[in-house]
Structures are given as C-alpha cells and as structure tokens.
C-alpha cells in the first residue's frame, strides 16, 4: 500500500527545513531519477527530446538534458521561455555544456514531456494544444515528468517524491500510462508524511480461507440477497458470492424464479443469515414494507444499484454496518436524495475526491466503493483508491459481481472496510486475469475465474 498526497510542495519544504536539503538539489535528485529511468531502458546515443515549459517542471526537463547530454543525442525543445530561477539556472548550466536545442520536433526514440507541473491551473494556449498534438502523434516512447500535460498521452509517468490524487481521477488514467515515483534526496519513508488516503496494490487483498478442518457449510457465513424484479443481477451477485467462500447463499423474493441448483430460494429470510445484499435488479418488486420487513435486523449489509434512487436508502444509511457500491451516476443520485449535494456527473467526475470525503464526513460509519476507471473506497477518514480495474469490466453484470465478492466476506465475518477493500482488489484482479479479447468479457467469465485467484 502506498500513501498518495494532495500536493507535495509542502513535502518539499519540509526537506528544505528539516532536512536541509536545496530546491537545487531535490532537482537534481529528480533530474538524476528520470536519466537512470532512461539509462536502463535505452541504449546510449539514442535521440532523447525533451519539450520544457517555463517553470519548475520545465526545469526538470532541463536538467534532465544536461545529465544525459555526452551519452545520448540529447535535445530540448523550449515550448516557452524559461522564467523560474530554476529554469533559467538550468539553462545556464545546460548552455554552458552545449547541450543542443531544437526548434521543431523531429522523429526520436524518448520524447520527454516537462511543460507543466501539478501546480498548473488553466487552459492551454492553442499553441500549446497544437504541440501536445504533435508530441502524440510522435511515435518516439513517451514520458511524462511528475505528471501528464494536458491531453499527453505518457507510456510512463516519473512523478518526483510521492504519488499524486490528480493522478487518479478517471480522466487521467487515459493519460498516465505506467508510474512510478522517484526519490528526491531522501528515502519516500523520509519524504512523505502520513496522508488519508493511499494507492491499493494487490498484496493487500485478504482472501477467504479454509484452514480449520473440523467446519461446516454454516461455519463460513450465509448471504441474504433480495431478488428482484430483473433477478439476472442478483443471480450473478448470489454465484459471485458462492465462488468466493460463502457457505451458503440464498436469494429471497416473492415470485417463483428459475435459478442455479447451487443457489438457495425463499419466502422468508432464513434464520442463520450473516449478511444481507441489496439493489442489485430490485426493480419495484418489493414494497415498501417488504423492504423494511427485508432490513428488520441489525445484520451486515451491502447496497448497491436500484436502492440509490429510492427513499428507503436514508433508512439504511442509518444501519452500523454497510457498504454502498454506486457507480457515478448513482453517486450523484446519492448525494441529492440525502441533502448532501445536486451535482451532474461531469462535476462529480472533476472532483471525486472531494465528493468521496464530503460524503463520508457525513457518514462516517458507511463504507463507500465509487466504482469507476480508478475506484475508490472510503469510511470514515480512511481512503483508498484501487487503480488496477480495465476497460473490460465495462459490461453488464460487472458490478453485480462486485457486489457478490462484497456480500460473500461480509457473511464471512469481515468488516465493511475489509470487505470493500479485498472484493475491489479482487474484482479487478479477475478482469486483469482474463486471457481474452476486453470486449468479451462476460459477469460469467469473472465468475469462472474466481476460483483462480
């Protein structure tokens, strides 16, 4: 797990206080990161361009021109004038070595982009848009120093000190391809604090086990679905489920339905229940006293999909244990029907992380999973942000799955924020492991693989 960071300038002035270390030679700690990056993976004369802005971040860029200038056929392409002390004692420095600079963009083998920084607000000029264009155009391995430009499509992202939350906004990660985060000096356990929010990676998924011998089909929890009136959404929940270590697994309606042999059906919640899921194609099925007559417990319970436009939803927000598992647009219908905010998408997509942590101030006992590209569990002032999920689970019936995975540790005696964390990592986990074409992957296939993990 690693930790992520709103912003680092603070970070760095702690190491100029703390630490004595200079603004100069945390640069050149950066600068020495991106050329070995380059050295290990590139042979030496090989043409490397580097596109500098006018600050700090094309400083970088810079510096990082002089350190590989004498082994590589290094070039800077100035995309605006260097203005900050940095840039422009780095221009001094690169100058007086004679490293070469260009003034159109030619075919290379790494084309660095060093226009901008995190500190960047705005829009871009056209003309800047216009160089973005033809850097992506450029078939040269691209990287991005510390972060992407705007619209830069980077192979790999060097960001200098500690990871970024703008870096994981859905719309980012078009952008960032590979990161990885570069010392400055001092070890990151030095440089970095200790934030709210982190970067899950797959070694802090806890799956199900079955060590103890002496068990029963009881011993590892009974899930609870509510079926619907779309009851495909809650059958694939309940196989997810199934697969992922619950003992037993009961859907319970009012209609009779045609589901799988290995899937319980009933009338009446059964009395050895664990855990309770809810949402998942429920339709109007129920009514209002059914649902209230559904949550007359005080058991664990996930809620996702159709509950998030419904009124009884403020009901289960009240509940001790529970995870909410919207997507966006559910999200946004969340926030308005509790009071919390009237957004649009767009505007939840731009700031997720605020939302996220407007939301769980509110609620600080519920465990949210805002699925998206990068998605994001919270409760409480813990954050976490999974960003190992692929265009492939962009298919119905994904989220009923996830919602599955959740349901079926939850009856096994996780906690929510357990349970949220280990079934996202999971989930994302399945997709990645799926040896077909993206396009064809089915809520069925991740089933299958489940027991592959």
């Known amino acids: 797990m690693q930790r992520v960071f709103d912003e680092v300038a603070s970070l760095d002035e702690r190491c100029y206080k703390k630490f004595g270390l200079s603004e100069d030679l945390l640069m050149e700690h950066a600068a020495e990161g991106m050329a070995s990056y380059i050295r290990e993976n590139f042979k030496r004369d090989a043409k490397v361009i580097i596109v500098c802005g006018s600050g700090n971040n094309g400083a970088d860029g810079i510096t990082l021109a002089r350190l590989l200038h004498g082994d590589y056929e290094a070039c800077i392409y100035y995309a605006k004038r260097p203005k900050s002390e940095m840039a422009q004692l780095q221009k001094k420095r690169c100058d007086a070595i004679g490293v070469k600079v260009i003034d159109s963009l030619e075919r290379c083998e790494v084309l660095v982009e060093s226009i901008v920084g995190t500190g960047f607000s705005g829009e871009f000029s056209d003309e800047l848009k216009s160089l973005i264009s033809q850097m992506n155009e450029n078939s040269a391995f691209k990287i991005a120093c510390d972060v992407p430009?705007?619209?830069?499509?980077?192979?790999?992202?060097?960001?200098?000190?500690?990871?970024?939350?703008?870096?994981?906004?859905?719309?980012?990660?078009?952008?960032?391809?590979?990161?990885?985060?570069?010392?400055?000096?001092?070890?990151?356990?030095?440089?970095?604090?200790?934030?709210?929010?982190?970067?899950?990676?797959?070694?802090?998924?806890?799956?199900?086990?079955?060590?103890?011998?002496?068990?029963?089909?009881?011993?590892?929890g009974h899930l609870v679905l509510a079926c619907g009136q779309k009851s495909g959404a809650s059958i694939l929940s309940a196989k997810a489920a199934l697969r992922f270590g619950a003992g037993l697994v009961t859907l319970m309606g009012y209609e009779n339905t045609q589901i799988p042999h290995t899937i319980m059906y009933s009338h009446a919640m059964p009395y050895n229940a664990t855990a309770l899921a809810l949402g998942m194609g429920l339709g109007d099925e129920f009514s209002d006293i059914e649902l209230s007559e559904f949550l007359d417990n005080f058991l664990p319970l996930i809620a996702d999909a159709d509950v998030f436009h419904m009124e009884i939803i403020k009901e289960i927000l009240k509940r001790d244990k529970i995870v909410l598992t919207p997507h966006a647009k559910e999200f946004v219908a969340l926030l308005k029907r509790v009071g919390l905010a009237d957004i649009s998408v767009d505007e939840l997509q731009s700031e997720r992380f605020f939302y996220v942590e407007l939301f769980t101030k509110e609620y600080p006992h519920a465990t949210l999973i805002l699925k998206g590209?990068?998605?994001?569990?919270?409760?409480?002032?813990?954050?976490?942000?999974?960003?190992?999920g692929t265009s492939a689970l962009a298919k119905g019936g994904s989220g009923d799955v996830l919602s599955g995975l959740v349901g079926a540790l939850l009856a096994q005696g996780y906690t929510p924020l357990e349970a949220a964390k280990s079934a996202s990592l999971a989930h994302t986990a399945l997709a990645q492991s799926y040896k077909g074409a993206d396009f064809s992957l089915t809520a069925d296939d991740l089933i299958d693989a489940i027991g592959k993990l």
């Open 373 to 388: 590209a990068n998605v994001i569990i919270a409760k409480g002032d813990e954050f976490f942000i999974n960003p190992h």
């Open 149 to 220: 430009s705007i619209g830069f499509y980077a192979d790999v992202t060097l960001t200098m000190g500690a990871l970024k939350k703008s870096m994981f906004l859905d719309s980012q990660k078009e952008f960032v391809g590979e990161i990885r985060v570069l010392d400055l000096g001092v070890s990151r356990n030095i440089y970095e604090t200790d934030p709210s929010w982190h970067l899950l990676d797959f070694e802090d998924m806890l799956l199900p086990n079955r060590e103890k011998k002496n068990t029963h089909k009881g011993s590892f």
